[in-house]
């Protein structure tokens, strides 16, 4: 099982940006999937879910200006952060639950529930 981010990088205030996540070695389309941020002194927090059908949910602190999507087919989910702030600024993770849930139960998934991480990506935004 793999799951690598790519896209993170530097931007300015009110800018956009987009991180992608490939994954490889188990069913895809089985799970649903998820972004998780995390900033020096502070819990990993989760930002945004897809579920395999491609529906989402967002944290209220992302709501409307991040979105979320997966191609099943070539196994990959995208988070398009626009409008973007200086606290947005954190090491950004992909990540696959332990457990094959086509939908995410509720608001998404805990930490706990992570099976798989990617190595992160940095998003710095600059005032």
């Known amino acids: 099982v793999d799951v690598v981010e790519s896209g993170g990088g530097s931007v300015q205030s009110g800018g956009s940006l987009t991180l992608s996540c490939a994954a490889s070695?188990?069913?895809?389309?089985?799970?649903?999937m998820g972004w998780f941020r995390q900033t020096p002194g502070k819990w990993r927090e989760g930002v945004a879910f897809?579920?395999?059908?491609?529906?989402?949910t967002y944290a209220d602190s992302v709501k409307g200006r991040f979105t979320i999507s997966r191609d099943n087919d070539n196994r990959t989910m995208s988070l398009r952060l626009n409008n973007v702030k200086p606290e947005d600024t954190a090491i950004y993770y992909c990540?696959?639950?332990?457990?094959?849930?086509?939908?995410?139960?509720?608001?998404?998934?805990?930490?706990?529930?992570?099976?798989?991480w990617g190595q992160g990506a940095q998003v710095t935004v600059s005032s």
């Open positions: 990540a696959r639950p332990t457990s094959s849930l086509r939908r995410c139960r509720g608001s998404g998934f805990p930490v706990s529930d992570v099976g798989f």
């Open positions: 070695g188990f069913a895809y389309n089985d799970y649903c």
């Open positions: 897809v579920n395999a059908d491609g529906t989402s």
